[in-house]
């Protein structure tokens, strides 16, 4: 498999955000959203054997383990190593687009759906049907730049009626929405979202990697 990069620190995003974790980011994507922050997942990283990544996770120590990318879909083995962790004990999180059906993942694990909003440019990639099986315990997050992007998320949720079955979580670009105004238009059409910031960015700022 191949990763990018493994390492303790806390949830940054999410409905789990600030919770400690071990986060396993592997290496590639098939995707080119104009506002992503781990671009540098895109390529390099190492090949690492199920057997060391779980070696590492173990050294580290923490009880909830996400996995991220890049796209950690893209890994062939990622099925095995969700279904390794879960039965090592762990509670195991998954981070990926809406491009990528989850059908082989492990019942245990944690979905964190990130649809693409017009404004990523890859809106046409995504694939609805990944939404139909989402839980309480998972969520779907909408990524957006601005408030074309929040009335386009907005009328989605109230179409599919997410709210009522899983998390829905708002997360403005860091430095390019003022999350004041995310939260001044959730308030208004009182939209049954949580917003959803980056919280990683805000203890350590918006370049620091593994963190």
Request: net charge negative; proline share 5%; glycine share 8%.
């Amino acid at each position: 498999m191949r990763i990018s990069e493994i390492y303790a620190s806390i949830q940054g995003e999410t409905q789990y955000a600030g919770m400690p974790c071990t986060l396993v980011r592997t290496t590639g994507c098939d995707l080119r959203c104009v506002y992503c922050d781990t671009t540098y997942a895109f390529v390099g990283g190492r090949d690492m054997s199920l057997e060391e990544i779980l070696a590492e996770v173990k050294r580290l120590d923490l009880p909830f383990v996400l996995l991220t990318g890049g796209e950690p879909m893209l890994q062939t083995e990622m099925p095995v190593l969700a279904r390794r962790l879960l039965s090592a004990g762990y509670r195991v999180a998954i981070e990926t687009s809406g491009a990528h059906l989850l059908d082989s993942l492990p019942a245990g694990v944690l979905r964190i759906v990130d649809v693409k909003t017009p404004s990523s440019g890859e809106s046409l990639r995504m694939q609805w049907s990944v939404l139909e099986g989402l839980r309480p315990c998972d969520a779907v997050k909408f990524v957006l730049s601005d408030e074309s992007d929040y009335h386009w998320s907005a009328d989605h949720v109230s179409r599919l009626g997410l709210a009522a079955r899983t998390e829905v979580l708002f997360s403005p670009v860091y430095g390019q929405l003022d999350p004041r105004d995310l939260v001044s238009w959730i308030v208004r059409d009182r939209l049954p979202v949580r917003v959803n910031l980056q919280l990683h960015k805000y203890v350590w700022g918006a370049s620091t990697r593994g963190v």
